[in-house]
């Protein structure tokens, strides 16, 4: 029995009798993480992806076990409020990522299926809520949400707010305006929008000062909002090297750039991540131009250059928009080599960590409450699909994508409707994209046969 087996016999065994052993038998399986992460080298990919998948893993572990100084959020949630008052994130993705990890989905899901809420929902959210219902997900100091892009937390965070037995939470959401026009720099109306989002933003920040009765120190706020501005603009420069370079890319390190960006955007830890990446893509860039140009160096070694570089084309770059299926090995033996598979195509970008990278320009952190209402209203994630849609377009042909395909995450409404358009969208620019049914948390809507099928014919067609 693997150690992860055996934890999860531990833990479901603790389940419904001991929900606070179960929590604590989490949190020191997710210490091995968080000890690899900092032994981890962070001169190679897997060992940056390494290092801050272990701070994710710490700041899950405070979060079950330190929840007083927690505030419960979803992945679009502006953070640096928190950080720069000595807050932990407590968000449900990251946390239903590990759990699914752990191998114990299926319990909590099933939990809360039991009191009505319907399969059909998000599994990332229902195994949160089933976790609350097991009395292992532990009550944080307050719930704070976003109406942006997710429909699952509109209902969840209420339901997790509500408590029958009075003990309600407060719960503050930011209303984010639904933007269904472009709109330019400088219009009034989308200042307008700007400014109401940026007011309630700071009240926001008023009410997790006081719940933790804490005094709020501005330069530590408009520090925060500087170190998540470097933090996208770096990503924004890893993309634009994408196309000229080739990286071992892996489920769970394009899930860790979109956490960079998202929940734990602010963190001197996302930072460090962001460079990392960057530092590695210039490696790779400079090692990569100079075989190239050692190949081309006489006509036959041109022309044996052409071979080769043929040859490297065999694997295809994928750009993938949504979350991803990093708990499922068949899907990761295809994109990922080990030491017992080779991987069949290569990840080069996912949509949902560049959604701010197109207004870096505006963003101003001395203005930390303007700053963070422009990340929420003039992302990609707000408005229409066709402008989410549109910005991947062009991150997957700035990342030279052979490919595209959009995870149709279960439960997930949103990028389920948009998935036919993106199709469309796609080919007709002449990028083939494959539409996935799969599911991010909950193993019974994940077949993997028929991934693993539908994966390999697609990737099939770009050796032929």
């Known amino acids: 029995m693997d150690s992860v087996v055996f934890l999860a016999h531990l833990v479901e065994g603790s389940l419904p009798n001991h929900p606070l052993r179960a929590r604590k038998l989490l949190a020191a399986g997710y210490k091995t993480v968080a000890l690899k992460g900092k032994l981890a080298k962070t001169s190679s990919y897997a060992g940056a992806v390494d290092s801050f998948n272990g701070f994710i893993a710490q700041t899950i572990i405070d979060a079950l076990m330190r929840p007083q100084n927690a ?147 501005e330069e530590a706020l408009c520090k925060r909002c500087e170190v998540s501005l470097q933090t996208v603009k770096n990503t924004k420069e890893f993309l634009a090297l994408r196309k000229d370079i080739s990286l071992p890319t892996t489920l769970t390190g394009e899930l860790c750039q979109l956490i960079a960006t998202h929940n734990l955007c602010g963190t001197d830890e996302a930072l460090e991540f962001s460079e990392h990446l960057l530092e590695l893509a210039k490696a790779a860039q400079k090692e990569q131009r100079s075989e190239r140009e050692q190949e081309q160096g006489s006509a036959h070694e041109k022309a044996q250059g052409a071979v080769h570089e043929q040859a490297g084309k065999k694997k295809p770059r994928i750009f993938w928009l949504h979350t991803l299926p990093n708990w499922q090995q068949s899907v990761m033996d295809i994109f990922e080599t080990t030491e017992a598979t080779l991987a069949k195509a290569e990840i080069v970008g996912n949509d949902m960590a560049y959604d701010q990278i197109d207004f870096l320009e505006e963003l101003e952190p001395s203005k930390p409450y303007d700053f963070m209402a422009r990340r929420l209203v003039l992302g990609s994630s707000n408005g229409p699909a066709t402008r989410r849609i549109k910005a991947a377009l062009a991150e997957a042909q700035e990342a030279g994508a052979d490919g595209a395909i959009v995870f149709a995450h279960w439960g997930c409404r949103q990028t389920g409707g948009l998935a036919q358009i993106a199709k469309d969208t796609f080919e007709a620019a002449g990028i083939p994209l494959l539409v996935l049914d799969g599911d991010g948390c909950d193993s019974r809507n994940a077949s993997d046969g028929q991934m693993v099928t539908r994966l390999e014919a697609f990737i099939e067609q770009f050796s032929q």
Not at 72 to 89: F, S
Not at 99 to 110: H, K, W
């Open 71 to 217: 505030v419960m959020l979803n992945i679009y949630l502006p953070c640096e409020p928190l950080y720069a008052l000595g807050a932990t994130a407590m968000f449900p993705e990251g946390i239903s990522v590990y759990v699914t990890c752990t191998q114990l989905s299926l319990p909590f899901v099933q939990a809360a299926e039991a009191v009505g809420i319907p399969e059909s929902f998000c599994s990332y959210h229902k195994q949160m809520l089933g976790m609350d219902m097991a009395g292992v997900l532990p009550k944080p100091a307050m719930i704070a949400n976003t109406t942006l892009a997710c429909d699952a937390n509109q209902l969840s965070f209420r339901l997790l707010a509500e408590k029958p037995d009075g003990s309600n939470l407060y719960r503050s959401v930011i209303e984010v305006p639904y933007v269904g026009a472009e709109l330019k720099p400088g219009d009034e109306e989308r200042e307008a929008l700007v400014c109401d989002v940026a007011s309630q933003l700071e009240k926001m920040t008023e009410d997790i000062a006081r719940m933790f009765d804490r005094e709020l120190s």
